[in-house]
T-cell receptor
């Protein structure tokens, strides 16, 4: 089974509108971390936001917020007031602890977001 | 503060050859991770180095190996290149390896094409 599933290969949003990018995850470990990254066409991955499995509040970072629904195993990214510069690939990722004590990250396949004027 | 840098930016090799990719971590960071990102896919974790020791590995064969140096810069070596090794190779550094929420800072990547 996929550990991280991003079901939207592509999304379009009008400038200044809000958009939600979906992410569901699969783990039996009670302790894990969820991340969202942005990857512009230049290739560099840019960290956006983090949510720990024990965090009670949804994470927010500026225009980014993470809608964390633990029971549904979903961690959707909400971008408010979209800007043209938000056009990029967006990746959801999960980090889990292995039996050896190291942290192994798994990424989804990404969602391409296009913001149009 | 200097960010994560990688060299070379692009590389073309032929099947069976060997390649070495280099990464300089962000100042003060002692942990480096390497990822392979095939076209249209998300990054796949190759391995992580913490203070010159490998401390985590993804599902990659032994022909993918690495090194971390005392200044925490790192190399990724791939032997016996195959066509499927064509990908963007990303390096990421972090302050430590010891926290689930540790932020990783990525370099711009090396694009490898195997012919």
């Amino acid at each position: 089974a996929q550990k991280i599933t991003q079901t939207q290969p592509g999304m379009f949003v009008q400038e200044k509108e809000a958009v939600t990018l979906d992410c569901t995850y699969d783990t039996s470990d009670p302790s894990y971390g969820l991340f969202w990254y942005k990857q512009p066409s230049s290739g560099e991955m840019i960290f956006l936001i983090y949510q720990g499995s024990y965090d009670q509040q949804n994470a927010t970072e500026g225009r980014y917020s993470l809608n964390f629904q633990k029971a549904r195993k979903s961690a959707n990214l909400v971008i408010s007031a979209s800007q043209l510069g938000d056009s990029a690939m967006y990746f959801c990722a999960m980090r889990e602890v292995t039996s050896g004590g190291s942290y192994i990250p798994t990424f989804g396949r990404g969602t391409s977001l296009i913001v149009h004027p | 503060e200097t960010g994560v840098t990688q060299s070379p930016t692009h590389l073309i090799k032929t099947r069976g050859q060997q390649v070495t990719l280099r990464c300089s971590s962000q100042s003060g960071h002692n942990t480096v991770s390497w990822y392979q990102q095939a076209l249209g896919q998300g990054p796949q974790f190759i391995f992580q180095y913490y203070r010159e020791e490998e401390n985590g590995r993804g599902n990659f064969p032994p022909r993918f190996s690495g090194l971390q140096f005392p200044n925490y810069s790192s190399e990724l070596n791939v032997n016996a290149l195959e066509l499927d090794d064509s990908a963007l190779y990303l390096c990421a550094s972090s302050l430590t390896s010891g926290a689930l929420g540790e932020t990783q800072y990525f370099g711009p990547g090396t694009r490898l094409l195997v012919l």
